[in-house]
Each structure stands twice: as C-alpha cells, then as structure tokens.
C-alpha cells in the first residue's frame, strides 16, 4: 500500500500532539512490509507520518518539489528533514529549481500520481494560497485517489 501525506504546517502543539497520534494509529492499521509512506518530509504532518511510518517498520519515499525546497524550510526543521532524506529507499524529483507555491503544487501532484491512498492533516477550509492543502486534496480528488482527513474534533490552526 502506498500512502501520501499532506497537511497544514505550524499547528498549534495541543492540536500537534492529536494530530501525531491519528497518524500514528492509521499507520499502524497497516502491514508493515507492505507500506510505503510517500512525503514531501516538510515540518508539520509530512515529517510525521515519514516518521511513523519507519518507526511501523514501512518504507519512505521522499518528493523534492524543487532544488531549493530545503533552504525555505525551518532551520530548526533541517536535521530531520536531512535524516529522513537519507532514510528513503527513493527520491523523486520535479526538476524544478526555485521553491515556491507552484514547485510545491507539482511535487504534490508528482507525490499523488504515486499513491494509493493520500492522508489529509487538513480543516476542510479552503488554502490560505495557491498549493495548500484544499488544493492538494482537490488535485487528489480529481485524479480518483482516495482521501482520508485525519483532523482532530474540535481542533483549530490558529
């Protein structure tokens, strides 16, 4: 089973911690031998759900919207980007350079095309701008690609 991730970045720490445990849970319902984790690894539910799903004893393949897309994520961020980098068993490029909402966009279409099923850590609102999370589903959606919206009850972003 092959299984994408996308989700919103910066959530609050009570809604962080609920949001690490539904990933957790829906990974484990899965045959570890069997699972491949498909993520673009950014802060927030892409890392995650990588981790989860290596800590399950499953496979991570990893999607570079661009070149560049390391330098614009937290510094904080970078040591475990660079750690689940090198633990992929693939990398898949878009052969874009400059990272920005439209390279971002293309590696969650190229992350979609290669999955199963895709996780949406998401509020069900509409993105705050173009490639957000709404547009990934919408994309999703729109290809036949089963979502399933992990997003605690009650919880909020802001």
Do not use: N
Request: proline fraction near 5%.
């Amino acid at each position: 089973m092959r299984i994408g991730i996308t989700g919103h970045r910066g959530l609050p720490a009570e809604v962080e911690e609920r949001v690490r445990r539904a990933l957790a849970e829906t990974v484990e319902a899965y045959d570890a031998a069997d699972l491949v984790g498909v993520s673009c690894i950014a802060d927030g539910p892409d890392a995650w759900f990588a981790q989860a799903v290596l800590d399950h004893g499953g496979r991570i393949e990893v999607v570079l919207p661009a070149e560049q897309y390391r330098a614009d994520l937290p510094d904080w961020h970078h040591p475990t980007y660079d750690e689940l980098l090198l633990r992929a068993s693939a990398v898949h490029r878009t052969g874009l350079d400059g990272s920005d909402s439209h390279a971002h966009m293309r590696g969650s279409e190229l992350l979609i095309d290669q999955v199963d099923q895709l996780l949406a850590v998401w509020d069900g609102k509409p993105a705050r701008g173009y490639g957000g999370t709404a547009d990934v589903v919408a994309y999703a959606e729109g290809k036949g690609v089963p979502v399933r919206v992990l997003w605690p009850e009650g919880a909020t972003r802001d």
